[in-house]
């Protein structure tokens, strides 16, 4: 196993024309290389040291993966921060970490150079090159440590769940201090010899055109941007496609956009970027959650589900999974006696495989059974009129939660919304709908905040 630079630079010179960057602005990898070549080695003159951590922090662009791909190459693991998140927020996130200077993606091409002799060609297996940061949702968002051996192990499951290949072009439109697409988008792709693109800033009435503009024949993306293109785009906009395969996707998306097939997958930044992996078929006849199965888990990962529905994860090889949390002291392994990473969500096993069913502090408990909330708001959300939907609770008035939905919607029947309701089983069921403008979610992920929804101004209550 060699370093991830290593292997990029390999990747490079036997392949000089792969594209890497935003759809609007790629470069030929060999160039890419050359400009990180040179910002490497303007680095290093400039004070940064091989080991010690830097911070990256800059909207996704081509000069950001080219900044990305230059700390790779001077041996400068690269903290990737948020850069929507305030400066105060930043600070106290890096504060542990300590980075030696703070970057943007100013000047990414400003010089060429050749790789040779850059201190990041020799990184080993289990030096750390980059840490990603946790989405927050229990307290100041931490840094997750991985090391080459993650990455490597990471592109080699994903480019055999998504069949990839030299002649593929992927195309991963989603912010890249998340490993979703810098893991499973960029690395796979170019440790395999794809082209590896990305956007700017998501855009539904732009994604199909890029997508045909560029022949791009893998996507990668994560279920927001698949419920705003199934809601926002038709089957028209798709159509004259070469997408073959996709992670994330679910059957509606599949078969009304034309695409053969999806993997699926269960996995956090933590448990190697991705632990569990399963591919289907738009012809399966597969459960409406099946975006949420994971499948079997990786051979170079062990798992388990512990009696109170959480998953463990720990790995079988050195590597597999991330190097631990950054900490004042120094990383935190965050690992029990034997090993296992207690990964705080909740899921079940379906034969040999993994089912997630949510986060463990975002779970909702009625009589004494535990809400599936991807399927509740899967199975509400094909109402006539509801735009966007999402759960939470509220204080029950004995000791169980109580199930409230808040709903994006226009003319929205209220009868019709009903008689979904009623179709789950009881202790499923919303006990109020409040309609509001829009949910809050993360600018960068677009994931559900919803903790912030009991404080989302009501246009409406259709049910209380």
Known sequence: MTGLARAIVAQAEARPALLLGTAEDPLPLA???????????????????????????????????????????????????????????????????????????????????????????????????????????????????????????LAAAMREGLRLGPEDTVLAPLPMFHVNPLGYGVVTALLTGAGALTVGRFSASGFWPTVKEHGVTVLILHAPPVEILKRATTAADAAGHSVRTMFYADQRFLRTFGIGEAVSAYGSTEAGGVSHLARWSAADDLPPDVGRRGGPARADVDWTVREDGVVLVREREPGALFSGYVTAAGLDPARDAEGWFDTGDLGARDGEGLVFLERRSESIRVKGEFVPIPFVEEHLSVVDGVRDCAIWKRPGQLSDDEVVAYVVADGLAPAALHARIVELPGFMRPTAVARVDALPRDAAAGKVQRRRLDETAVLEWILT
């Open 31 to 153: 160039r890419a290389v050359a400009f990180a070549s040179g910002r490497a080695r303007r680095l290093l003159a400039d004070g940064a040291r091989p080991g010690e951590p830097v911070a990256l922090v800059a909207p996704t662009s081509t000069d950001y993966l080219v900044t990305w791909l230059a700390c790779l190459l001077a041996g400068v693991p690269v903290a990737l921060v948020n850069p929507t998140y305030t400066p105060d927020l930043q600070s106290a996130m890096l504060a542990p970490l300590a980075p030696t200077v703070t970057l943007t993606d100013t000047g990414a091409r400003d010089v060429e150079s050749t790789p040779d002799g850059l201190p990041g060609l020799g990184s080993g297996p289990l030096d750390v090159v980059s840490f990603m940061h946790t989405s927050g949702t229990t307290g100041l968002p931490k840094f997750c440590a991985q090391s080459n051996a993650y990455f490597l192990r």
